[in-house]
């Protein structure tokens, strides 16, 4: 898959991976009965589990806003090194997990009565293991199931393996340069602190570089998955980071977590006009 960047136009790169937020955008339908719900651990205790190729465990219950082809893609995508990360893991692709005060309920279909309280995902943890739980009738494309997804692949993974020093060299070098802009709020937040000084001006840098790591490990997973226009990724509450810097990212992580068989990398860059 590309990703493609406006500028100067440059050759088809080599193939090459929060806290980002998912944007969710509510649907609303009409419904004659309201959705059924079930507790997360009642959901885990009936719903088969698969596991794809590349090792990630998952699952389907209830009325899902992807098809099952997409869905497998999706899974697919992630590179078998990051997928090594996820183990003990499991992700659950549901109509809508529900905050209801310290509980959380899943609906085996969109409820609009529910909606105002779902949330784009739910952690639950049973033993050693942890269950994700995600929301998908709250997003109304492929392209938001699979970035919410992919999120919580890289926090995940930055969780368990921590930063690649080489991504940290680049990262901070691109601060030092004055690139403009960053990957997520929270990754624009923690620059801020970062390199304001103080006390904690260390802890901010690690927090930063916590942050854009899986920022950048997400976006890059995407663009296995789908073509991703640097355009797509825009926010309000930030400056997204220039073109180039992002380009140079993705191409480290690539670098560290090669695409699997069947998925490509490709920064293409494209004239205005």
Same mark, same amino acid.
């Given at each position: 898959?590309?990703?493609?960047?406006?500028?100067?136009?440059?050759?088809?790169?080599?193939?090459?991976?929060?806290?980002?937020?998912?944007?969710? *955008?509510?649907?609303?339908?009409?419904?004659?009965?309201?959705?059924?719900?079930?507790?997360?651990?009642?959901?885990?205790?009936?719903?088969? /589990?698969?596991?794809?190729?590349?090792?990630?465990?998952?699952?389907?219950?209830?009325?899902?806003?992807?098809?099952?082809? %997409?869905?497998? *893609?999706?899974?697919?995508?992630?590179?078998?090194?990051?997928?090594?990360?996820?183990?003990? @893991?499991?992700?659950?692709?549901?109509?809508?997990?529900?905050?209801?005060?310290?509980?959380?309920?899943?609906?085996?279909?969109?409820? /609009?009565?529910?909606?105002?309280?779902?949330?784009?995902?739910?952690?639950?943890?049973?033993?050693?293991?942890?269950?994700?739980?995600?929301?998908? +009738?709250?997003?109304?494309? @492929?392209?938001?199931? =699979?970035?919410?997804?992919?999120?919580?692949?890289?926090? =995940?993974?930055?969780? *368990?393996?921590?930063?690649?020093?080489?991504?940290?060299?680049?990262?901070?070098?691109?601060?030092?340069?004055?690139?403009?802009?960053?990957?997520?709020?929270?990754?624009?937040?923690?620059?801020?602190?970062?390199?304001?000084?103080?006390?904690?001006?260390?802890?901010? !840098?690690?927090?930063?570089? %916590?942050?854009?790591?899986?920022?950048?490990?997400?976006?890059?997973?995407?663009?296995?998955?789908?073509? /991703?226009?640097?355009?797509?990724?825009?926010?309000?509450?930030?400056?997204?980071?220039?073109?180039?810097?992002?380009?140079? +990212?993705?191409?480290? /992580?690539?670098?560290?977590?090669?695409?699997?068989?069947?998925?490509?990398? =490709?920064?293409?860059? !494209?004239?205005?006009?």
């Amino acid at each position: 898959m590309s990703f493609p960047i406006w500028g100067t136009p440059r050759s088809r790169y080599p193939r090459r991976p929060e806290r980002h937020v998912a944007v969710c *955008r509510i649907g609303q339908m009409s419904q004659a009965a309201p959705a059924i719900t079930r507790s997360p651990a009642e959901v885990v205790r009936v719903t088969p /589990v698969s596991q794809a190729p590349n090792g990630i465990c998952y699952a389907v219950a209830g009325e899902v806003a992807v098809n099952s082809f %997409d869905l497998e *893609r999706m899974i697919a995508a992630v590179p078998t090194k990051v997928a090594a990360a996820l183990e003990r @893991k499991a992700y659950y692709f549901v109509p809508l997990a529900v905050s209801q005060g310290d509980e959380t309920v899943i609906a085996d279909r969109y409820d /609009v009565a529910l909606s105002d309280n779902a949330v784009c995902h739910r952690n639950l943890n049973l033993g050693d293991s942890q269950c994700v739980f995600i929301s998908t +009738r709250l997003m109304d494309d @492929k392209f938001s199931v =699979a970035f919410e997804f992919y999120i919580n692949v890289g926090h =995940a993974l930055v969780e *368990r393996a921590g930063v690649s020093h080489d991504f940290s060299e680049l990262a901070w070098s691109q601060v030092e340069a004055g690139v403009r802009g960053e990957t997520s709020l929270d990754a624009w937040e923690a620059r801020k602190l970062a390199t304001a000084g103080g006390p904690d001006a260390e802890r901010f !840098k690690n927090e930063y570089l %916590d942050a854009t790591f899986s920022d950048t490990i997400s976006i890059y997973l995407l663009s296995l998955y789908l073509d /991703v226009d640097y355009y797509d990724l825009r926010e309000r509450d930030y400056p997204l980071l220039a073109p180039s810097a992002l380009a140079e +990212r993705l191409r480290k /992580v690539a670098e560290l977590f090669p695409p699997n068989t069947g998925f490509e990398f =490709a920064v293409l860059y !494209k004239r205005r006009g």
